[in-house]
Nanobody, 115 residues
């Protein structure tokens, strides 16, 4: 099983980034997918989630209206479009897959919002 995040980097406040998470080794279309983030000295927090076929999405209050989660099951990839980025969005972003008691994590990608 592999979850490989990409798309992180350094961006100025107000900028945008799109994170991608490429999945392999499991039945991607049967798993709910989530993006978490962890800032230095803080606990990991759920940012956004999407159901297995994409019909339901949920967002943390702190990112509502700015971030959009999506998935393309044919490409076994989940995305996180991040707009209007703020310094407090700085964190390592992790991709997560879950179905019943099966779960997998990616290695994370760093997002830094700094002028």
């Amino acid at each position: 099983v592999h979850l490989v995040e990409s798309g992180g980097g350094l961006v100025q406040p107000g900028g945008s980034l799109r994170l991608s998470c490429a999945a392999s080794g499991f039945d991607f279309s049967s798993y709910d997918m989530r993006w978490y983030r962890q800032a230095p000295g803080k606990e990991r927090e759920l940012v956004a989630s999407i159901s297995s076929v994409g019909e339901f999405t949920n967002y943390a209050d702190s990112v509502k209206g700015r971030f959009t989660i999506s998935r393309v099951n044919g490409k076994t990839t989940v995305y996180l479009q991040m707009n209007s980025l703020k310094p407090e969005d700085t964190a390592v972003y992790y991709c997560h897959a879950r179905r019943y008691f099966y779960e997998y994590w990616g290695q994370g990608t760093q997002v830094t919002v700094h002028s």
